[in-house]
């Protein structure tokens, strides 16, 4: 009894499902393809730093704010050295051209006693509109990193980033960034600044995202 026209092209369909599925079982059973490194994420509580917006022209800051993460097999952190403040800078030069704002420097490092770092990413973020974020590449400074992404420019709705491939233990990379805001001194200001640093053990990757949150208030917000 011959194949009607119908069961031939249903045979034809299953065939056409059932082969990609036994060669990708097949692959995988022979180590050939492989199944996706296992990626575990711990997330760490934010570390905060505020201060009142300062008034005089320039203004030395000093501080520093950090977050870190050991776990006796990796020791990962993030800091935030606020240098300086700049009130009514020169209109001429950049990235500030007139407008207020703060200059820091994000430091990162990573070092790993058993396996192997992979990547850090810094994320920087800010809570409004009236604030511009500029990540001055042409000054960081790497150690046992390359930098292979920058996005050095953002506002709201996005955010200004860089990407650094981990080649040897420890690590640690170093950028310059510049804050500055548009509003006429009278909003505050929120920026977020995390750490998205991987490392491999045993064949698990571990994410370990540290968050830093940087706050200028006006001095009514702070009920002064």
């Known amino acids: 009894m011959g194949i009607s026209a119908r069961n031939k092209w249903l045979s034809i369909s299953l065939l056409a499902i059932i082969l990609p599925i036994s060669t990708l079982a097949a692959l995988k059973f022979s180590g050939i393809l492989r199944e996706p490194a296992p990626l575990e994420t711990i997330t760490r509580e934010s570390v905060s730093w505020s201060m009142s917006r300062p008034s005089d022209s320039n203004v030395n800051i000093g501080e520093e704010v950090w977050n870190t993460h050991i776990n006796g097999k990796a020791t990962i952190r993030i800091g935030v050295h606020i240098a300086e403040y700049k009130e009514n800078p020169d209109p001429v030069i950049g990235p500030f051209f007139g407008r207020d704002g703060f200059i820091f420097v994000v430091y990162s490092s990573l070092s790993v006693l058993q396996g192997a770092g992979v990547s850090m990413v810094v994320r920087i ?18 150690g046992n990193v390359s930098l292979t992404e920058i996005g050095g420019f953002n506002v709201k709705g996005n955010e200004a980033y860089y990407k650094a491939k981990v080649l040897n233990s420890p690590s640690h990379l170093g950028m310059q960034l510049y804050w500055v805001f548009n509003d006429p001194n009278n909003e505050n200001h929120r920026l977020d600044i995390v750490l998205e640093a991987t490392y491999c053990e045993n064949g698990i990757y571990r994410k370990i995202v540290l968050p830093i949150i940087l706050q200028i208030l006006i001095v009514n917000s702070l009920g002064n």
């Open 125 to 142: 973020i800010p809570g409004d509109e009236n604030a511009t974020m500029y990540v001055k590449s042409d000054l960081a400074i790497e």
